[in-house]
């Protein structure tokens, strides 16, 4: 039989994808001889951080919960189809843990885990457990969280902080981080992100800012993320307002973008806070705008109540957005004493190493 391995189930953003990555770099440093396995959807994104970072991965089939009858059948298929998948695969693993970090690829996993009664260890990620969250938590024999759940204040055992890659955090200084990003090294630099997926309304509104309020961006350049096919229009942008920018798509060593950075504009999923806080960038955050309960701004809420953060809503619309959204960049883009205060305040944060924690507890279950 092959030796006892662990399973780490999640998948279908970066979020979801990079926690996970984390803890299982801690894995290798703390059990190296304990065989990993990620159980992922089948989305490209999963695959192509999972390859770069050099971890097996299993795609399981599984769709989101819908209650809309063409939906839910679709989610019925293959939920079954992802439980035989799971099944054979923690069987042919021979898995003794499941960390489960979220997102609907989890729910098939965790019903073969449990089938085969393989400990279920459950890492919440966001300030809101969605539903496949609340689900696995009822089958589950651990419950941590990265952070607070006012919702569900009862939710998890333990708040342990975001499991945080290695890669995420910055090790060399500002001017080195800029340098390999093809930044130039003397002037400020404002890091616009949507996270993996990249954020249509966010470059929207840098284009708006970049026709209307160019004079905001005076000593300033920028490095930012535009995820899918928004590259050419962007760089067209900044080239034309006369802004120093390099535009990608898609960055792996994320680390360098935070260090470089002396303001950012993000998505307040909890992967991007957590990242945001470990780099002390002061961040102004745009929750994802098509969640209806806005559930991001849960992730962001306890820096801004500390005034370590600023969080607006995005509006999507451009000019919408540009008298909230993007003054509240403006000002902090100016303010540089605010600014400084704030990125004081995050360094004074006490640090902890959560994937750490979830590895070597992890670790101890399968090791008896």
Same mark, same amino acid.
């Given at each position: 039989?092959?030796?006892?391995?662990?399973?780490?189930?999640?998948?279908?953003?970066?979020?979801?994808?990079?926690?996970?990555?984390?803890?299982?770099?801690?894995?290798?440093?703390?059990?190296?001889?304990?065989?990993?396995?990620?159980?992922?959807?089948?989305?490209?994104?999963?695959?192509?951080?999972?390859?770069?970072?050099?971890?097996?991965?299993?795609?399981?089939?599984?769709? @989101?919960? #819908?209650?809309?009858?063409?939906? =839910?059948?679709?989610?019925?298929?293959?939920? %079954?189809?992802? $439980? &035989?998948? +799971?099944?054979?695969?923690?069987?042919?693993?021979?898995?003794?843990?499941?960390?489960?970090?979220?997102?609907?690829?989890?729910?098939?996993?965790?019903?073969?885990?449990?089938?085969?009664?393989?400990?279920?260890?459950?890492?919440?990620?966001?300030?809101?457990?969605?539903?496949?969250?609340?689900?696995?938590?009822?089958?589950?024999?651990?419950?941590?969280?990265?952070?607070?759940?006012?919702?569900?204040?009862?939710?998890?055992?333990?708040?342990?902080?975001?499991?945080?890659?290695?890669?995420?955090?910055?090790?060399?200084?500002?001017?080195?981080?800029?340098?390999?990003?093809?930044?130039?090294?003397?002037?400020?630099?404002?890091?616009?992100? @949507?996270? #993996?997926?990249?954020?249509?309304? =966010?470059?929207?509104?840098?284009?708006?800012? %970049?026709?209307? $309020? &160019?004079? +905001?961006?005076?000593?300033?350049?920028?490095?930012?993320?535009?995820?899918?096919?928004?590259?050419?229009?962007?760089?067209?942008?900044?080239?034309?307002?006369?802004?120093?920018?390099?535009?990608?798509?898609?960055?792996?060593?994320?680390?360098?973008?935070?260090?470089?950075?002396?303001?950012?504009?993000?998505?307040?999923?909890?992967?991007?806070?957590?990242?945001?806080?470990?780099?002390?960038?002061?961040?102004?955050?745009?929750?994802?705008?098509?969640?209806?309960?806005?559930?991001?701004?849960?992730?962001?809420?306890?820096?801004?109540?500390?005034?370590?953060?600023?969080?607006?809503?995005?509006?999507?619309?451009?000019?919408?957005?540009?008298?909230?959204?993007?003054?509240?960049?403006?000002? =902090?883009?100016?303010?540089?004493?605010?600014?400084?205060?704030? $990125?004081?305040?995050?360094?004074?944060?006490?640090?902890?190493?959560?994937?750490?924690?979830?590895?070597?507890?992890?670790?101890?279950?399968?090791?008896?």
């Amino acid at each position: 039989m092959s030796a006892s391995s662990i399973i780490l189930a999640g998948g279908g953003t970066g979020g979801h994808i990079a926690p996970g990555i984390a803890i299982a770099e801690r894995l290798r440093e703390v059990a190296p001889s304990i065989p990993l396995c990620f159980a992922c959807s089948s989305r490209p994104i999963d695959r192509m951080m999972l390859d770069s970072a050099g971890y097996h991965a299993e795609p399981i089939p599984a769709e @989101g919960f #819908s209650p809309r009858p063409v939906r =839910l059948l679709r989610f019925a298929r293959a939920f %079954l189809a992802g $439980r &035989r998948v +799971a099944h054979e695969l923690l069987r042919a693993q021979n898995a003794r843990c499941v960390i489960a970090l979220g997102g609907f690829v989890t729910a098939p996993v965790v019903h073969a885990a449990n089938a085969l009664k393989v400990p279920v260890f459950l890492v919440n990620l966001d300030a809101t457990p969605g539903k496949a969250n609340r689900w696995v938590a009822k089958r589950a024999q651990r419950i941590w969280t990265a952070c607070e759940t006012p919702a569900l204040p009862h939710f998890a055992t333990r708040v342990v902080g975001m499991p945080i890659r290695r890669i995420a955090i910055a090790t060399s200084g500002a001017s080195e981080c800029r340098a390999q990003l093809g930044l130039q090294t003397g002037l400020r630099t404002l890091f616009v992100t @949507g996270a #993996s997926q990249g954020a249509k309304s =966010l470059n929207d509104l840098l284009q708006h800012m %970049l026709r209307e $309020r &160019r004079g +905001a961006f005076a000593g300033w350049q920028v490095y930012h993320l535009v995820g899918g096919g928004e590259r050419s229009a962007m760089e067209t942008a900044y080239r034309e307002a006369g802004v120093f920018a390099v535009v990608d798509s898609f960055l792996e060593r994320i680390g360098l973008a935070w260090g470089a950075a002396d303001l950012a504009l993000s998505r307040a999923g909890a992967n991007s806070v957590a990242e945001a806080v470990a780099n002390a960038v002061p961040t102004v955050f745009a929750p994802y705008p098509w969640h209806h309960d806005q559930h991001q701004r849960a992730n962001a809420q306890p820096f801004v109540d500390a005034q370590l953060a600023r969080c607006e809503q995005d509006h999507i619309d451009a000019a919408l957005n540009l008298p909230s959204l993007g003054q509240a960049l403006a000002e =902090l883009m100016h303010d540089h004493a605010l600014r400084e205060g704030m $990125r004081a305040g995050l360094r004074a944060r006490p640090s902890v190493d959560a994937a750490l924690e979830v590895a070597t507890t992890a670790a101890a279950i399968v090791t008896g």
